[in-house]
């Protein structure tokens, strides 16, 4: 799609039909006009009446052949820079050992336990989408392209920590903030950015939010396949019975930590679709959706440890330690999240129902204009019955009843035999 796009929740002067409850792609005639908020003098000045040609003066269309190659060169530069993302993405998910971890049968069932509080939190997500439902093609595309692009932060945040680890824990912190952080949250985003983003159903800004989710979930489901399955594979246990447990805690730990991942890149998400219906904003609309999702994140990796040791000193247990303090961190950036897609349906159903009102407001003028033009018509028929003929002294209505009685006869016989001729039996139609 191109930049000239408005969101439905802002689109309060356009009226037309919906589309499974999302008003039509209207665009005020002004903000389509200036497009991304820049036009050119010439094109400014020629007034809409004009018939003026500016292609290559200051517009630009496709029309000639070199046009037609430019657009075709164009498309197979971005189709094949996508490809070559996902290509590489593909050679990492083999070489750091993903794929095996997925394909592992044991491993594969802890991982989608694992993923199960992610995957409830993003369908809630979806679910809270009061516009049009998201298609499941893009759905598990972006899912599976955030699984692909996760394998970059996995080799970027390995080269990167050592010089960090050196200092200790202000060295982590240090490296959660710089980097781990912001690489994360980067890469959820091009799942994003990579299918869903330049899709022709992408068309809300709340749609930023559904996909972001969805990345978070596909990162998380592969993130969680790596810790499984370098625990469970690397234990060197004599028991069955305590290789289980072990697997059955490390399951639970990461289930703890799935949901975040949504949460995180569903903010990113939701300001990216900001961006995409603000173009002439788009760049720092896109770095505040990250600076806040990596923030988030950053602050979760840092205290999640201070956490749940101030719950272990309370008298928890490790894991209801973990979990209490995950729940009350998630829980609060979750509702924070959640006021917002909030606020966007609120406003949603608004505009909605306001332009359901414009609609019955301007039939109901219609109507109106009918029944004034019917009640027009009928005074004047009954101010001509007033009018006697000056000659007969009888008024136009009363010579048309008299003319009717003379001629009922063969009148009747007319329409009788109309009736029978046509077939219509007007007892039954009574």
Do not use: C
């Given at each position: 799609m191109?930049?000239?796009?408005?969101?439905p929740a802002?689109?309060?002067?356009?009226?037309?039909?919906?589309?499974?409850?999302r008003?039509?792609?209207?665009?005020?005639?002004?903000?389509?006009?200036?497009?991304?908020?820049?036009?050119?003098?010439?094109?400014?000045?020629?007034g809409d009446g004009?018939?003026v040609d500016?292609?290559?003066?200051?517009?630009w269309?496709?029309r000639?052949?070199?046009?037609?190659?430019a657009?075709?060169?164009?498309r197979?530069?971005?189709?094949?820079a996508?490809?070559a993302?996902v290509?590489v993405g593909?050679?990492?998910?083999?070489?750091?050992?993903?794929?095996?971890?997925?394909?592992?049968p044991a491993?594969?069932?802890?991982?989608?336990l694992?993923?199960?509080?992610?995957?409830?939190?993003?369908a809630?997500?979806?679910?809270?989408?009061v516009?049009?439902?998201e298609?499941?093609?893009?759905l598990?595309?972006?899912?599976l392209?955030?699984?692909?692009?996760?394998t970059?932060?996995?080799v970027?945040?390995?080269?990167a920590q050592?010089?960090?680890?050196?200092f200790g824990?202000?060295?982590?912190?240090v490296?959660?903030?710089?980097?781990v952080?912001?690489?994360?949250?980067?890469?959820?985003l091009?799942?994003?950015?990579?299918?869903?983003?330049s899709d022709?159903?992408f068309?809300?800004?709340i749609?930023g939010?559904?996909?972001?989710?969805?990345?978070?979930?596909?990162f998380?489901f592969?993130?969680?396949?790596?810790?499984i399955?370098?625990?469970?594979?690397?234990?060197t246990?004599?028991s069955?019975?305590?290789?289980v447990?072990?697997?059955?805690?490390i399951?639970?730990?990461?289930?703890?930590?799935?949901p975040g991942?949504?949460?995180?890149?569903a903010?990113a998400?939701?300001?990216?679709?900001?961006?995409?219906?603000n173009?002439?904003n788009?760049?720092?609309i896109?770095?505040?959706?990250?600076?806040?999702?990596?923030l988030i994140h950053a602050?979760?990796?840092?205290?999640?440890?201070?956490?749940t040791a101030?719950?272990?000193a309370?008298?928890?247990?490790?894991?209801?330690?973990?979990f209490a303090y995950i729940?009350?961190y998630?829980?609060f950036?979750?509702a924070?999240?959640?006021?917002?897609?909030?606020?966007y349906?609120?406003?949603?159903?608004?505009?909605?129902?306001?332009?359901?009102?414009?609609?019955?407001v301007?039939t109901?003028?219609r109507?109106?204009?009918?029944?004034?033009?019917?009640?027009?018509?009928?005074?004047?028929?009954d101010?001509s019955?007033t009018?006697f003929?000056?000659?007969?002294?009888?008024?136009p209505?009363?010579e048309r009843?008299?003319?009717?009685?003379?001629r009922?006869d063969?009148?009747?016989?007319?329409?009788?035999?109309?009736?029978?001729?046509?077939?219509?039996?007007?007892?039954?139609d009574l």
């Amino acid at each position: 799609m191109g930049g000239d796009q408005t969101d439905p929740a802002e689109t309060t002067h356009s009226v037309g039909v919906t589309d499974g409850g999302r008003p039509t792609d209207e665009t005020d005639p002004v903000e389509a006009s200036t497009g991304d908020g820049e036009t050119d003098p010439v094109e400014a000045s020629t007034g809409d009446g004009e018939t003026v040609d500016l292609y290559e003066v200051s517009t630009w269309e496709e029309r000639s052949r070199l046009d037609g190659f430019a657009v075709a060169l164009y498309r197979l530069i971005t189709a094949t820079a996508r490809g070559a993302v996902v290509l590489v993405g593909l050679v990492l998910l083999f070489g750091i050992g993903a794929f095996s971890a997925v394909t592992n049968p044991a491993v594969g069932v802890l991982t989608a336990l694992s993923a199960l509080p992610a995957l409830g939190l993003a369908a809630y997500v979806y679910l809270s989408d009061v516009t049009a439902s998201e298609p499941p093609s893009l759905l598990f595309g972006t899912f599976l392209l955030s699984v692909v692009t996760a394998t970059f932060a996995a080799v970027l945040n390995g080269l990167a920590q050592p010089p960090f680890a050196e200092f200790g824990f202000l060295g982590l912190v240090v490296f959660f903030f710089v980097f781990v952080g912001p690489v994360e949250e980067t890469v959820k985003l091009l799942a994003v950015r990579l299918y869903a983003y330049s899709d022709d159903r992408f068309r809300a800004v709340i749609d930023g939010a559904v996909y972001g989710a969805m990345a978070g979930l596909g990162f998380a489901f592969i993130e969680n396949a790596l810790y499984i399955e370098r625990q469970v594979m690397g234990a060197t246990l004599g028991s069955g019975l305590a290789l289980v447990e072990l697997g059955a805690g490390i399951t639970l730990t990461r289930a703890l930590a799935g949901p975040g991942h949504v949460i995180y890149s569903a903010f990113a998400g939701y300001y990216l679709g900001l961006a995409k219906f603000n173009p002439e904003n788009r760049g720092p609309i896109v770095v505040k959706g990250l600076v806040i999702a990596a923030l988030i994140h950053a602050t979760y990796n840092s205290t999640v440890g201070l956490g749940t040791a101030a719950f272990t000193a309370l008298g928890l247990p490790q894991l209801g330690a973990s979990f209490a303090y995950i729940l009350l961190y998630d829980g609060f950036f979750a509702a924070l999240l959640l006021r917002k897609i909030r606020r966007y349906r609120r406003l949603y159903r608004s505009v909605d129902a306001a332009s359901g009102s414009e609609t019955n407001v301007a039939t109901g003028s219609r109507t109106a204009d009918r029944t004034s033009a019917g009640n027009s018509m009928s005074d004047r028929a009954d101010a001509s019955d007033t009018r006697f003929d000056q000659t007969t002294g009888t008024s136009p209505s009363a010579e048309r009843r008299l003319t009717e009685e003379v001629r009922g006869d063969d009148t009747t016989s007319v329409g009788e035999t109309s009736d029978a001729s046509s077939g219509v039996n007007t007892e039954d139609d009574l």
